[in-house]
């Protein structure tokens, strides 16, 4: 077992990893490789991390369980980049694979964080993400005019004129 593999997934988990991929990249969006993966997690927009278990080299990918654990991103591991790459609907084997919106598959990652024992990242109807934003907005707006209101007095210094030399 390679060292960045923290646990060994149950086949089913795998399997349903796999079709999950296939069904967020049909009906949501995936990002596909460990660059993209690692991006995905760090911006807060990944729902689901699965890895290859037969990386080479091993510093790949031995970043990302540490950074899903941080991220609170559920994620596990497949036996081959092979068959992570097909699932992932390209023809090149690929690494890691993240799910940003899950489409029709967000039944099945729950299901895999429940069996994985890991926190499942909600994806936030855009609606109420908006809602947010304008509350947000809304609570700033108070401060604001505070600082409108007591605006800073620059006092002008007057410059010392330079002599010319003649």
Do not use: W
């Not at 760090?42 to 890895?51: D, I, P, Q, R, W």
């Not at 990918?61 to 991220?71: A, D, F, S």
């Amino acid at each position: 077992m390679k060292s960045y593999v923290k646990f060994e997934t149950p086949k089913d988990v795998a399997a349903k990893a796999l079709e999950a991929i296939t069904m967020a990249n049909d009906t949501g969006k995936v990002r596909k490789g460990t660059n993209e993966a690692t991006k995905s997690i760090e911006s807060g927009n990944a729902t689901l991390l699965v890895m290859a278990e037969d990386v080479e080299p091993e510093e790949i990918v031995m970043h990302l369980p540490t950074l899903c654990v941080e991220k609170g991103v559920p994620y596990c591991y497949v036996a081959t980049k092979k068959e992570l790459g097909a699932a992932a609907g390209i023809p090149v084997p690929t690494a890691a694979v993240a799910v940003e919106k899950q489409g029709s598959a967000g039944e099945i990652i729950r299901s895999i964080a429940d069996k994985l024992k890991q926190p499942a990242k909600e994806a936030a109807p855009k609606h109420e993400a908006k809602e947010h934003k304008a509350e947000q907005h809304e609570a700033a707006k108070p401060a604001a005019a505070e600082q409108k209101a007591k605006p800073e007095k620059k006092v002008a210094k007057p410059r010392a004129k330079k002599e010319k030399k003649e």
